[in-house]
């Protein structure tokens, strides 16, 4: 074999090996960057949206939800606004969701990121029926302490807004200890009801909104299956849900001998 | 004035098309048309189907999510389309990057950008290796890849929905164009450019050489956008081989030997 031979031969290596290398360092960049720009906690979708990962696998990014709304309600995230890019998005405190009951944009959406299923209407034996009712946008939470109610002000702004007053957003009524005279009537949402539509931030008349619209995942808490509510027995079911119950083994020691026992825990 | 107008009989219909579909996207969000909704990614057409791009949907089938049947049925009809008939049509007909891409090429040309060219610093078959990454990113990251950096998504959804910074990523690419690689992007990089060259190897419409005609003038050479696809002139007759042809039709135009002609795909004599 020739010098020359081994030297194309060993340049051919070379090059793969850089091809090699340069796809891996094209594949690490972009798949950072990606990760980076699908993080998107903080991003309120249109009615029917699947859970935010799937619905960032399933949008398309053609925007035919966001042309369907009447009200301009929904946009179309552009690249500076921090949102993965190209997805439909709403801001409730520039414009609400306004709850068409026919839903315009949910049915056209060609990927099934918008899923009319979660729309579909109680009891309705054809399943073509939607309820805009159903949508689950986010969840509207109080800020307690710039929220003008709870300091005693009369003001039941949000509570009006809502398209479900009473069920999403109710007032409590409740005896002002500090004043000693007057009353607060404080708003209060039930998340089984509050569809995220915004009405109540859209309306909410504190310099910055009191009552704010969040992604129901960043909103609420889960209890999970090991504490039920007292005195309930359906609430009692959802124990049968447990299914890593781990019991004590026998041979512990039992917790009344545990401090007769203390010898065991001194090193002779 | 005749002469001029063959000169851009293919150029021209090009613009048409291009800007004509632009219009009426525009026009169905600013107006509520309902002739196509949406963009390029994916378009509602009359209200009653659906198109769609292929390359998106199968980013989005390998990152693992089971889509509507109206969006697989939109890419399929695409596919066809493309795959069948046009070739890589899509690129020079439909795409509003070419736009940008082709003024740029105009740029490049009127202030010589050509004599500063050393080596090229990057080969015609890297975009199918951006497109092989844009898959493998897609399967680990979830998500369609590409769509989340594409700046021919950038452009189209920018002129239908509103630019933002999606513009600097549009004038990244023509400046990449007139100031590091002639035909840069397109020619290059983009993998949904890649995507159709792949797609398009036995469609119907094709460039067709006639050896005995050409004088070797060179005319195709200085316009073409894909130079390497030119490879046969002077040697073999039929049509063009290399799918990375976009169909654009500059070389028919400015051939004054009568040697390229848009035809039916023939095998190479």
Excluded at chain 1, 222 to 227: L, R, T
Excluded at chain 2, 6 to 33: D, H, K, T, Y
Excluded at chain 2, 185 to 206: D, E, Q, R, V
Aim: with cysteine; glycine share 8%; charged share 20%.
């Amino acid at each position: 074999m020739s010098e020359n031979q081994n030297t194309t031969r060993r340049d051919a290596l070379r090059k793969m090996i850089r091809s090699t290398g340069l796809f891996a360092l094209g594949g690490l960049g972009w798949g950072a960057y990606v990760d980076k720009a699908k993080a998107s906690e903080l991003v309120l979708r249109p009615p029917g949206a699947l859970a935010e990962q799937d619905f960032l696998n399933s949008c398309i990014k053609c925007g035919i939800c966001v042309e369907s709304c009447p009200y301009d309600t929904l946009i179309v995230a552009k690249p500076e606004s921090h949102v993965p890019i190209g997805t439909p998005h709403f801001k409730p405190r520039a414009v609400p969701c306004y709850m068409c009951p026919d839903i315009p944009c949910a049915p056209p959406c060609p990927s099934g990121a918008l899923d009319i299923d979660k729309l579909k209407k109680d009891g309705d034996e054809t399943g073509d029926k939607l309820d805009i009712n159903k949508s689950q946008m986010g969840l509207a939470v109080v800020d307690h302490e710039s929220c003008i109610a709870f300091w005693g002000i009369q003001c039941d702004s949000c509570y009006r807004a809502c398209p479900l007053m009473d069920e999403a957003i109710s007032l409590k009524y409740e005896r002002n200890e500090r004043t000693g005279k007057h009353a607060f009537l404080k708003p209060v949402v039930n998340s089984k009801a509050c569809t995220g539509c915004g009405l109540c931030e859209h309306a909410c008349i504190t310099e910055k909104a009191a009552i704010r619209i969040l992604p129901r995942d960043l909103a609420m808490g889960k209890v999970g299956d090991h504490y039920i509510k007292g005195w309930d027995e359906e609430d009692e079911q959802r124990l049968q849900n447990i299914k890593d119950v781990k019991y004590q083994s026998t041979d512990e020691v039992p917790a009344e001998d545990y401090l007769n026992n203390w010898e065991d825990l001194i090193d002779e | 004035m005749s002469s001029l107008l063959r000169r851009n009989r293919f150029l021209i219909p090009r613009r048409i098309v291009q800007v004509s579909l632009l219009v009426v996207f525009v026009g169905a969000n600013l107006s509520g048309w309902k002739v196509l909704q949406g963009n390029y990614s994916a378009a509602h057409v009359f209200e009653s189907f659906y198109l769609a791009d292929p390359y998106a949907v199968l980013q989005m089938l390998v990152a693992g999510f089971i889509l509507n049947i109206d969006v697989i049925v939109g890419a399929v009809i695409i596919l066809l389309i493309y795959g069948l008939l046009l070739g890589r049509g899509f690129c020079s007909w439909v795409c509003p990057m070419n736009i940008v891409s082709d003024l740029a090429h105009y740029v490049r040309r009127k202030t010589q950008m050509n004599r500063l060219d050393e080596k090229m610093p990057i080969k015609r078959d890297t975009r199918y290796w951006i497109l092989v990454l844009s898959l493998v990113v897609s399967v680990f990251s979830g998500v369609a890849a590409f769509e989340f950096v594409s700046p021919v998504s950038m452009l189209h959804r920018g002129i239908v929905f509103g630019f933002g910074f999606g513009l600097a990523a549009v004038f990244m690419v023509f400046l990449f164009d007139v100031f590091v690689v002639r035909n840069g992007w397109c020619g290059y990089i983009c993998p949904l450019g890649a995507f159709y060259s792949f797609i398009g190897k036995f469609s119907f419409i094709k460039v067709n050489h006639a050896k005995e005609d050409c004088t070797m003038c060179g005319n195709c050479f200085a316009v073409c956008p894909e130079r390497q696809v030119l490879s046969i002139i002077d040697k073999q007759s039929g049509s063009i081989p290399n799918s990375e042809c976009t169909n654009c039709g500059r070389c028919v135009e400015v051939c004054d030997d009568d040697a390229l002609h848009f035809g039916k795909y023939t095998k190479l004599k």
